[in-house]
């Protein structure tokens, strides 16, 4: 059974799903890079799991990072700490991203449409914005230079929407072939996954279809968290539940984390060495 | 060896209102201490340059320092939101911000023909989204040899760039270690720069994956250790993700924020006072 609340023995929430479900896209020993938040908690589940050999790309700079806690921003240290190599920005994105040197990019997004174009910049008209998002970041070299592209997101009308407010980042535009007219390396976001299921692209229309239910969840409650009139699969699979394994190591993962976070005294320790360094 | 000043000197004599500044440095080596003293210096009608705002500018824009921003990610990272910022933008408070708004590849391509001494770059990006609608620095190419549709975005000429670094010598090479970012190529593409260190060390030892700005490419450099707080500074201290999340409530909120700002940066020296100040604070809520 699935809950919005908190575990309990035996059970697990929607978002654990979601993560376990997006881990086990992540095939062992290829190249993938990583947004933060959902994104590289999905990841860091894999490398801890079923892909040992991934390697994880940071926009940072860090390729191979191996953080033992989760990252909390994109360029923290511990990326860096054990990474295979470290490299500046305009590297990452020149030679790494835009070569087709990266197997899959793990996005988040506010806002996706039925083509899985996405939209982290503004809710409202440009010009005068109701919200005022974060913006591009690296997501639109990203879903168009890397050779698949999966979206994690959790579904609900308000982000699954008919009319994007901004294409940030490109799915597959108006559908079609209209992507591939672009004559982007990579072949754009292969699946999405939710809290309440898998979407994938038709092979022909490149329209999001429900092609999974995770377990507890309903075709109903899919197209209630979808401000389109969603396209559902003939006979739609149901995810396996997560494993013992899966969830102790994510639950494991996001404890240290916390714990780590939760041990450090960064300002008295950084005034105990400036003081000293005064004296 | 005069190259190693005073920052209240070195933010005084490189950085004017109306200058077009970057202060860069990729969650890592963020120049906090630099930025608090510009701030200090009340300088008006900047245009900012930065990949990802952060704090630092979050901080600068809520302070009235800048009439633009040129950027590519403007969040909290790990967090949310950065609320001035949005509030300068959707509100025009404390005065309107006029953006010029990129992705990050195109960012850093803009600095590396800055440092090249070229007009523009070239990437493939940007097509397919509505960013080249709403940004005129972006605009399409075509290759003279293939016949290849790309995308041109200008280059970045900053009058000032600023970065943290780990490390200066006495004769002003400059190591940073860790994640270099963006910095190499923000230093060589302005006119001036300011470099603060956590120290200046007699010799320069390597670090995996370093890299030395040679002294004829920094203008000014000052010792401010923490000044990349509440981002790190490898091997010396680690981000502080708390900072990040209280920064949430202190942001959001017009007075707040004013309040804090009044207390513990205008109302302080320089950056030791700061740590200190907000140290405080902290103990008190303890």
């Known amino acids: 059974m699935s809950s919005h609340d908190g575990p309990q023995e035996g059970s697990y929430t929607t ?69 295979d190599s470290v490299v500046p920005v305009p590297e990452i994105f020149a030679y790494w ?67 994007l407010a901004f294409v940030t980042s490109a799915g597959y535009l ?34 999001l279809t429900l092609t999974d239910l995770h377990p507890g969840t309903s075709v109903e409650q899919a197209r209630e968290a979808t401000g389109w009139d969603l396209r559902v699969a003939d006979d739609p699979g149901t995810t396996d539940p997560p494993t013992e394994e899966e969830l102790r190591v994510l639950r494991d993962l996001r404890e240290r984390t916390e714990a780590a976070n939760e041990e450090m005294r960064v300002l008295d320790d950084l005034l105990d060495r400036t003081r000293a360094a005064k004296e | 060896m005069d190259k190693i000043i005073g920052l209240r000197e070195a933010v005084a004599e490189s950085i004017n209102d109306g200058d077009t500044v970057a202060l860069e440095g990729f969650t890592h080596l963020i120049p906090f201490a630099a930025a608090h003293e510009i701030i200090r ?71 590396v023909a800055g440092a090249s001494n070229l007009p523009f770059a070239v990437l493939r990006g940007y097509v397919g989204t509505d960013l080249p609608k709403v940004t005129d620095t972006i605009a399409p190419i075509t290759c003279p040899f293939t016949g290849e549709e790309l995308m041109a975005v200008p280059a970045l000429r900053p009058d000032v760039a600023v970065v943290h670094a780990q490390q200066a010598d006495p004769s002003g090479n400059v190591a940073l270690w860790g994640i270099v970012g963006i910095q190499r190529e923000t230093i060589l593409s302005a006119r001036r720069s300011i470099v603060t260190v956590e120290e200046v060390v007699d010799e320069l030892a390597p670090h995996p994956h370093q890299i030395v700005l040679p002294s004829v490419a920094v203008d000014a ?66």
């Open chain 1, 97 to 163: 991203l835009q070569t087709g040197r990266v197997d899959i990019g793990f996005l988040g997004a506010a806002q996706i449409d039925r083509f899985a174009n996405i939209n982290t910049t503004v809710i409202g008209s440009y010009e005068d914005p109701k919200v005022r998002l974060p913006g591009a970041g690296g997501a639109p070299e990203i879903a168009a230079s890397a050779k698949e592209v999966m979206v994690v997101m959790p579904q609900t009308a308000r982000a699954f929407v008919e009319e």
């Open chain 1, 15 to 83: 978002n654990e799903m979601m993560t376990v479900a997006a881990s086990r896209q992540l095939r062992d020993g290829i190249v993938c890079f990583v947004g933060i938040g959902l994104p590289s908690q999905a990841a860091n589940l894999a490398r801890a799991t079923h892909a040992p050999n991934c390697v994880l790309v940071y926009e940072s700079g860090t390729i191979g990072a191996k953080p033992e806690v989760l990252p909390h921003s994109i360029g923290d240290g511990v990326l860096a700490e054990h990474a």
């Open chain 2, 41 to 111: 210096q009340e300088r008006k009608d900047l245009t900012l340059i930065r990949m990802t705002p952060d704090l630092i500018y979050d901080q600068m824009i809520g302070m009235g320092c800048a009439d633009k921003l040129i950027f590519s990610w403007g969040g909290n990272p790990g967090v949310g939101s950065l609320h001035r910022f949005r509030d300068a933008v959707e509100n025009g408070w404390p005065q309107p911000l006029e953006l010029e708004e990129h992705s990050h590849a195109g960012m850093a391509s803009r600095y």
């Open chain 2, 221 to 286: 450099i000052a010792v401010v250790p923490g000044g990349a707080y509440p981002s790190y500074a490898h091997d010396y201290y680690p981000r502080d993700n708390a900072f990040y999340e209280a920064w949430d409530p202190i942001g959001r909120d017009r007075e707040t924020f004013s309040g804090w700002m009044e207390r513990h940066v205008l109302g302080t020296e320089d950056f030791a006072e700061h740590l200190e100040s907000i140290m405080e604070e902290e103990v008190s809520r303890r």
């Open chain 1, 174 to 207: 108006d559908g079609g072939d209209t992507r591939e007219q672009l004559g982007y390396l990579g072949a754009g976001p292969t699946v999405v996954i939710t809290d309440l299921g898998i979407l994938k692209p038709d092979p022909e229309t490149k329209e």
